[in-house]
C-alpha cells in the first residue's frame, strides 16, 4: 500500500501551510515528502515536525520525481506561476483561495490542467466544515424547499501592522479582505444557490490603511431566480463573527461560528409554521477545526476516482469573477451583469 501514496510537496510554509500539512501525514493514502519556503528557518521547522525535507526553491518539490502532488500555499501573485510548473510536471495541485490574482490567470491554470490531465483543485476548506457538511445534507434532502435568499456575515478584527502584511501589498494580492476572506461565503453561495446573474457592491477602507484594498465588502448577489444572497464582509469586525442562513419557502438552515475565536460551530434548522411555537433543532460540533483534514481526504479521493473534487478549478475562478464584479460595481456605481 506504500507505493499507493499521494507523495506530496507543500510551496508555503507560514500559516496556511501549517494547517495544510499535518493532514496529509495522518492520511493513509498520502505522505508529506518535502517543504519549500524561502525563509530557511520556517522550511525546516515545519519540515522537522512532518519528518519531510526542506528546501527554500519551490523547485525543488517541481523537478522531485516522486512527488506527484503539489499544495501551493503562497501569496496569490506566486499561485499561477507555481501550479503551471507543477501541472506541467505531471502533478496532481491543490492552490489555496484565492484562485489567483486575476482572471486571466485563473483561466490559464484551468487550460494547462485540461492539457495535462492532471487535478487542480482550488483551496475551499469551508465547504467541508462540519456544519457546512450538514447543511448541505439537509438542503440536499429537500429540508428548505426552493431558497429565497441567503445572508452571511463574516467578520475578523485584523492584528496590529496588517497594513504591512503582504495581504495589504496590491501588487501581491487581487484584492482587499472581500478576496481574502469574503471570498469563502461567495463561494458557499455558488454551492447553494447555482451561478449568479447579478452584482452590486460597496467597497471602503473604514480603518485599516491599506488603499486601494478594501477593509470592508457589502454586496449583493443575484440568481436568475430572483433569489439573493448578501454579504457583509469586515476587517473591522471588533469581535470575530460567522453566520450563514439559508432561507427557503418550507423553512431554514443556520450556520454560526467556524470554532476558535469564531465562536462554537452550530448547525441549526427550523419549519415554516405560521402558529405553531418557533422551534430550532440544533447540532453543536465542539471538536477542532477538522475541514482542512476533510478537504485533502475527499481531493486524493478524486485524484484517485479521476473525477473532479469539490471546490474545483473552475470554482476558483468564477469566485474571482464575483469578487471583481463587486469591485467594479462600487467603482462604477452600477449594477454588473454577468
Given at each position: 500500500?506504500?507505493d499507493?501514496?499521494?507523495?506530496?510537496?507543500?510551496?508555503?510554509?507560514?500559516?496556511?501551510?501549517?494547517?495544510?500539512?499535518?493532514?496529509?501525514?495522518?492520511?493513509?493514502?498520502?505522505?508529506?515528502?518535502m517543504?519549500?519556503?524561502?525563509?530557511?528557518?520556517?522550511?525546516?521547522?515545519l519540515a522537522?515536525?512532518?519528518d519531510s525535507?526542506?528546501?527554500?526553491?519551490?523547485?525543488?518539490?517541481?523537478?522531485?520525481?516522486?512527488?506527484?502532488?503539489?499544495?501551493?500555499?503562497?501569496p496569490?501573485?506566486?499561485?499561477?506561476?507555481?501550479?503551471i510548473?507543477?501541472?506541467?510536471?505531471?502533478?496532481h495541485?491543490?492552490?489555496?483561495?484565492p484562485?489567483?490574482?486575476?482572471?486571466?490567470?485563473?483561466?490559464?491554470?484551468?487550460?494547462?490542467?485540461?492539457?495535462?490531465?492532471?487535478?487542480?483543485?482550488?483551496?475551499?476548506?469551508?465547504?467541508?466544515?462540519?456544519?457546512?457538511?450538514?447543511?448541505?445534507?439537509?438542503?440536499?434532502e429537500?429540508?428548505?424547499?426552493?431558497?429565497n435568499?441567503?445572508?452571511?456575515?463574516?467578520?475578523?478584527c485584523?492584528?496590529?501592522g496588517?497594513?504591512?502584511?503582504w495581504?495589504?501589498?496590491?501588487?501581491?494580492?487581487g484584492?482587499?479582505?472581500?478576496?481574502?476572506?469574503?471570498?469563502?461565503?461567495?463561494?458557499l453561495?455558488?454551492?447553494?444557490?447555482?451561478d449568479?446573474?447579478?452584482?452590486?457592491?460597496?467597497?471602503?477602507?473604514?480603518?485599516?490603511?491599506?488603499?486601494?484594498?478594501?477593509?470592508?465588502?457589502?454586496?449583493l448577489f443575484?440568481t436568475?431566480?430572483?433569489q439573493?444572497?448578501?454579504?457583509?464582509?469586515?476587517?473591522?469586525?471588533?469581535?470575530?463573527?460567522?453566520?450563514?442562513?439559508?432561507?427557503?419557502?418550507?423553512?431554514?438552515?443556520?450556520?454560526?461560528?467556524?470554532?476558535?475565536?469564531?465562536?462554537?460551530?452550530?448547525?441549526?434548522?427550523?419549519?415554516r409554521?405560521?402558529?405553531?411555537?418557533?422551534?430550532?433543532?440544533?447540532i453543536?460540533?465542539?471538536?477542532?477545526?477538522?475541514?482542512?483534514?476533510?478537504?485533502?481526504?475527499?481531493?486524493?479521493?478524486?485524484?484517485?476516482?479521476?473525477?473532479?473534487?469539490?471546490?474545483?478549478?473552475?470554482?476558483?475562478l468564477?469566485?474571482?469573477?464575483?469578487?471583481n464584479a463587486?469591485?467594479?460595481?462600487?467603482?462604477k456605481g452600477?449594477?454588473?451583469?454577468?
Open positions: 500500500m506504500a499507493l501514496k499521494h507523495k506530496t510537496g507543500i510551496i508555503g510554509a507560514g500559516l496556511q501551510g501549517g494547517r495544510r500539512a499535518p493532514p496529509v501525514n495522518q492520511n493513509p493514502g498520502s505522505q508529506l515528502m517543504i519549500a519556503d524561502i525563509i530557511p528557518e520556517s522550511a525546516k521547522k522537522k515536525n512532518m525535507e526542506a528546501t527554500t526553491r519551490w523547485q525543488d518539490i517541481v523537478e522531485k520525481s516522486d512527488i506527484d502532488t503539489v499544495i501551493i500555499c503562497t496569490p501573485h506566486l499561485h499561477a506561476e507555481m501550479s510548473a507543477a501541472m506541467k510536471a505531471g502533478k495541485v491543490l492552490c489555496e483561495k484562485f489567483s490574482r486575476t482572471v486571466e490567470e485563473s483561466r490559464l491554470m484551468i487550460k494547462v490542467a485540461k492539457e495535462t490531465g492532471v487535478t487542480l483543485k482550488c483551496g475551499f476548506n469551508h465547504r467541508h466544515h462540519p456544519g457546512f457538511k450538514k447543511a448541505r445534507e439537509w438542503f440536499d429537500g429540508y428548505t424547499g426552493e431558497l435568499y441567503i445572508r452571511c456575515v463574516y467578520g475578523i485584523g492584528r496590529p496588517y497594513e504591512k502584511e495581504r495589504a501589498n496590491p501588487k501581491r494580492v484584492g482587499g479582505h472581500l478576496m481574502e476572506q469574503g471570498i469563502h461565503a461567495i463561494d453561495f455558488r454551492w447553494f444557490l447555482g449568479i446573474k447579478e452584482v452590486t457592491g460597496f467597497i471602503s477602507s473604514a480603518y485599516w490603511k491599506m488603499d486601494p484594498l478594501e477593509d470592508n465588502g457589502f454586496a443575484r436568475g431566480k430572483n439573493i444572497a448578501s454579504l457583509h464582509s469586515s476587517l473591522t469586525q471588533w469581535k470575530n463573527t460567522f453566520t450563514f442562513e439559508l432561507s427557503g419557502q418550507d423553512g431554514y438552515i443556520t450556520i454560526e461560528g467556524l470554532g476558535g475565536g469564531y465562536g462554537v460551530e452550530k448547525v441549526g434548522r427550523g419549519k409554521a405560521f402558529y405553531d411555537p418557533f422551534r430550532d433543532d440544533i453543536e460540533f465542539r471538536s477542532g477545526d477538522i475541514s482542512w483534514a476533510e478537504e485533502w481526504k475527499e481531493f486524493i479521493s478524486a485524484i484517485d476516482q479521476k473525477r473532479e473534487p469539490l471546490g474545483t478549478a473552475l470554482d476558483g468564477k469566485s474571482i469573477e464575483l469578487v463587486v469591485y467594479e460595481s462600487s467603482l452600477i449594477t454588473v451583469k454577468l
